[in-house]
């Protein structure tokens, strides 16, 4: 098992800063699609690549955190980057492959030795650059969910504890969206990146890649909504742009997970989406770190 991993038990609580991108987050068709079932409003992509800005700059309010925000247009997809301030160690959550320069660039300025690329599941919307990342940077290694049947240097479980300086994330399985997907965790509870299980007043689909409303409404409930009310949640997507949303907001106002199962699973068998653009390119590479020709 790599050093970066390792079981402890979590530590006290502390509140991080929420980020506003300010920027309109519209994606694909699929994000389209989901947006409208969402809100009535929305721009183009067009306008969305005029104004958008790639990355947020703030820093997380845990101490000795650097914390940044990142956002691929086209999948309307977040990247996270989290690293110690004081041995420069850093992780990097769902990079994706058009965005690999400016995600590597982002590293050399501040400083960071990144030492992981993890995903939260394999992705159906774009191919991550976790593979490429590894031919770049020496010593990188790969992570994702054991159940997710990818590829990768450190297959994830329940419990495990993912390293960088003295700060770590936990692991918490949560299934639904796809077999894989789990949600990582700080180590105070300040904050938690919930990939495509949770969404800002949304969740993911679970029409293709072994998808379970009811698996995805359990772990929803008793996972995510178990942790503090005011624990950060960050997605790995909006399309709408939403940055950042809470346990608590999302346990009252989510408009699919504040309904009583049997509804919530009528609702996700009736959204009737497209399939994603990529899906057929982006399953393959991505069991494969991204790597596919």
Partial sequence: MCSVL????????????????????????????????????KNSVVDLQRNARFYCSRMAKTEGLLFR?????????????LADTNTREAII???????????LSLIEELGLKLILAVNTHCHAD????????????????????????????ILLSEGDKIRFGKHYLTVRETPGHTDGCTTFVSADESMAFTG?????????????????????????????????????????????????TTVGEERKHNPRLTKKLEEFVKIMDNLNLPKPKKIDIAVPANLLCGLQD
């Fill in 6 to 41: 390792t079981r402890i038990r979590p530590i006290h609580r502390a509140v991080a800063l929420s980020l506003r991108l300010g920027a309109n987050t519209e994606g694909s068709s699929y994000a389209a699609t989901q947006s409208r079932r969402l809100s009535p409003g």
């Fill in 69 to 81: 925000q990142l956002f691929e247009v086209e999948s309307s997809t977040y990247t996270y980057l």
């Fill in 93 to 103: 959550i769902d990079p994706v492959l058009e965005t690999i320069d400016r995600d």
């Fill in 126 to 153: 774009h191919i991550t650059s976790s593979g490429l990342m590894k031919k770049r940077i020496a010593g990188l290694k790969s992570a994702i969910s054991k159940f997710s049947g990818a590829s990768a240097d």
């Fill in 196 to 244: 495509d299980a949770l969404l800002i007043r949304g969740c993911g689909r679970t029409d293709f890649q072994q998808g379970s409303p009811e698996r995805l409404y359990k772990s929803i409930h008793e996972v995510i909504f178990q942790l503090p009310e005011d624990c950060l949640l960050y997605p790995a997507h909006d399309y709408k742009g939403q940055t950042v």
